[in-house]
């Protein structure tokens, strides 16, 4: 589903591949954002990843706050960049998909309820982001599901650099680490910021 230039696309056909929003990107966007003057606003990145849905690379926070202005179409573009299209990113990108399946994040609404300020967001998002980056890029995927079995009632998300300690998480979202062979409840940032 590639396509080329600048096209318009409904704000509902967007597909997401982040799982919160940091409060601090929000109140920096709603200081600029006109929903008045659209001509001022960049084209929002998107890649079909396989499931022919256009799915936001970056942007998450512009068509955020595009949304509560009451902004139904956007201009997006097509991402080849290599961060994407490679076969790293492609893991990542596609991990990210799932995430946000498994916590029902199908539409930019749903993320109203996810805004975490600064320290959270670095905590819940950019950590996250590295341990799954860790995981996906030192393990292979027999080896990903054999470490699964660790905690079957539980999700792999991630791994520390060094491979030693595992990350878990529930369907709720509470995050678990498996070190040492023992698996016990990790200390969770859950400070949570809602934008109106």
Excluded at 86 to 110: E, P, T, V
Excluded at 120 to 142: F, G, M, V
Excluded at 153 to 160: P, Q, V
Aim: glycine fraction near 4%; proline fraction near 2%.
């Amino acid at each position: 589903m590639e396509f080329h230039g600048v096209r318009l696309l409904n704000i509902d056909l967007l597909g997401l591949s982040q799982i919160y929003l940091s409060s601090d990107k929000v109140a920096s966007v709603m200081e600029w954002f006109d929903p008045q003057r659209m001509d001022n606003f960049q084209p929002l990145l998107v890649h079909d990843f396989g499931n022919n849905i256009y799915t936001l690379t970056d942007g998450h926070t512009r068509t955020y706050v595009a949304y509560k202005n009451g902004v139904s179409v956007l201009p997006v573009v097509y991402d080849n960049d290599d961060i994407i299209t490679n076969q790293i990113g492609q893991m990542l990108y596609k991990a990210d998909i799932d995430w946000c399946k498994r916590f029902k994040i199908s539409h930019i609404k749903h993320l109203e309820s996810r805004i975490l300020d600064k320290s959270a967001y670095q905590k819940l998002w950019h950590e996250r982001c590295d341990r799954s980056y860790n995981l996906l890029t030192k393990t292979s995927y027999n080896e990903r599901i054999q470490l699964q079995c660790l905690a079957p009632d539980l999700f792999l998300y991630g791994a520390s650099e060094n491979m030693l300690v595992l990350f878990f998480e529930n369907e709720t979202g509470e995050l678990f680490l498996y070190k040492d062979n023992t698996l016990t409840k990790e200390k969770q940032t859950t400070v949570e910021t809602e934008i109106r």
